[in-house]
């Protein structure tokens, strides 16, 4: 019979463990940056190239449409003069992401972290980009463009409207009135568009994702009766949203927040035709590395320079819906 005794002194994983052990720590080539927020609006609106250009405003002409005129008989055409504004465009807006890697950590660290930060530059200088155009959304339909910011009080968004019916007017007294959007609301908010004579063409929806999570109940956009049968037209089967009547819709992390008087927080739903606001491109994302000789260490900076504005305030809508 084998004798029974206390494993008092076994070797045990936890005790070759930690800094002075046995064990050793490994480190992953691979790396784990923070996940990205859904960058939607760049593709969304027009796009003007004015790579390699100089100077520092571009003017797009605006000439005002005429109307015709009954024609007489035995009378002369009625001439139409024509009016002519032109829309501003300013490229001032610079931001830049810059690094300084010492030579002792660039030998040493991971052959991965040199790809991972120029890719965080891109990330971080699209963002810029984006933001910019969201906000745009507060100064849809005439609101005040001097309060609109990423994170902005209720006043930004004068002229936006609920997304409950897409017509009452937003409101920040007290706690705010968003209300998360519905079919009705949507086919309002298609309405005032067309009411304005705006194309129909090249219209998109952008909402948060817990507008995405609501539109996937409304059982117009989901049932088979309205949305079809095979593949990706299946809705409950695979929770893609293609389109709503016939408009494409796009979910961004990115929203902008709209804060009520009692900082109650709601999100900004853009309903927009690609004409209503443009970015202009003067720099586009550039990389650029120095060699510091006095820190011993590689200066890496990526900028961009570009402009953003909105050309046709009646060309898009903002619906406030809550935040959760």
Same mark, same amino acid.
């Given at each position: %019979?084998?004798?029974? @005794?206390?494993?008092?002194?076994?070797?045990?994983?936890?005790?070759?463990?930690?800094?002075?052990?046995?064990?050793?720590?490994?480190? #992953?080539?691979? =790396?784990?940056?923070?996940?990205?927020?859904?960058?939607? %609006?760049? &593709?969304?609106?027009?796009?003007?190239?004015?790579?390699?250009?100089?100077?520092?405003?571009?003017?797009?002409?605006?000439?005002?449409? +005429?109307?015709?005129?009954?024609?007489?008989?035995? $009378?002369?055409?009625?001439?139409?003069? &024509?009016? !002519? #504004?032109?829309?501003?465009?300013?490229?001032?807006?610079?931001?830049?992401?810059? /690094?300084?890697?010492?030579?002792?950590?660039?030998?040493?660290?991971?052959?991965?972290?040199?790809?991972?930060?120029?890719?965080?530059?891109?990330?971080?200088?699209?963002?810029?980009?984006?933001?910019?155009?969201?906000?745009?959304?507060?100064? @849809?339909?005439?609101?005040?463009?001097?309060?609109?910011?990423?994170?902005?009080?209720?006043?930004? *968004?004068?002229?936006?409207?609920?997304?409950?019916?897409? $017509?009452?007017?937003?409101?920040?007294?007290?706690?705010?009135?968003?209300?998360?959007?519905?079919?009705?609301?949507? /086919?309002?908010?298609?309405?005032?568009?067309?009411?304005?004579?705006?194309?129909?063409? %090249?219209?998109?929806?952008?909402?948060?994702?817990?507008?995405?999570?609501?539109?996937?109940?409304?059982? /117009?956009?989901?049932?088979?009766? @309205?949305?079809?049968?095979?593949?990706? #037209?299946?809705?409950?089967?695979?929770?893609?949203?293609?389109?709503? *009547?016939?408009?494409?819709?796009?979910?961004?992390?990115?929203?902008?927040? =709209?804060?009520?008087?009692?900082?109650?927080?709601?999100?900004?739903?853009?309903? !927009?035709?690609?004409?209503?606001? !443009?970015?202009?491109?003067?720099?586009?994302?550039?990389?650029?590395? &120095?060699?510091?000789?006095?820190?011993?260490?590689?200066?890496?900076?990526?900028? &961009?320079? *570009?402009?953003? +504005?909105? %050309?046709?305030?009646?060309?898009?809508?903002?619906?406030? =819906?809550?935040?959760?």
């Amino acid at each position: %019979m084998s004798a029974t @005794f206390a494993a008092t002194n076994a070797v045990t994983q936890a005790a070759l463990a930690g800094t002075n052990g046995f064990i050793p720590e490994l480190w #992953s080539d691979e =790396v784990l940056a923070a996940y990205k927020a859904n960058l939607v %609006m760049p &593709q969304l609106v027009t796009t003007l190239n004015f790579v390699g250009q100089k100077g520092d405003t571009i003017h797009i002409p605006r000439p005002a449409r +005429g109307s015709a005129t009954a024609k007489g008989a035995a $009378s002369a055409v009625t001439l139409i003069a &024509q009016t !002519v #504004s032109d829309f501003d465009l300013t490229i001032a807006t610079h931001f830049e992401y810059s /690094r300084l890697i010492e030579d002792i950590a660039k030998i040493q660290a991971l052959d991965s972290y040199r790809p991972f930060i120029t890719d965080d530059a891109g990330y971080a200088l699209a963002t810029e980009v984006d933001d910019d155009l969201h906000e745009l959304g507060a100064t @849809f339909g005439g609101g005040d463009p001097t309060l609109a910011t990423k994170t902005t009080a209720g006043s930004a *968004y004068s002229k936006a409207v609920i997304g409950g019916d897409g $017509s009452t007017a937003w409101s920040q007294a007290s706690s705010g009135n968003g209300t998360t959007l519905t079919d009705a609301g949507i /086919r309002r908010a298609i309405q005032h568009l067309d009411d304005s004579n705006v194309p129909s063409r %090249m219209r998109s929806l952008v909402v948060p994702p817990i507008e995405k999570r609501k539109l996937m109940g409304i059982s /117009r956009f989901t049932e088979q009766a @309205f949305t079809g049968e095979a593949g990706g #037209s299946n809705t409950i089967r695979n929770g893609l949203i293609g389109d709503i *009547y016939g408009i494409p819709v796009y979910v961004s992390t990115n929203c902008a927040t =709209v804060e009520a008087n009692d900082s109650t927080a709601y999100r900004a739903c853009l309903l !927009v035709q690609k004409e209503a606001c !443009v970015l202009a491109e003067q720099l586009r994302p550039r990389t650029q590395t &120095q060699y510091k000789q006095e820190f011993l260490a590689d200066l890496f900076t990526a900028d &961009q320079l *570009y402009g953003v +504005g909105l %050309m046709r305030p009646e060309a898009g809508v903002a619906l406030i =819906v809550p935040n959760a």
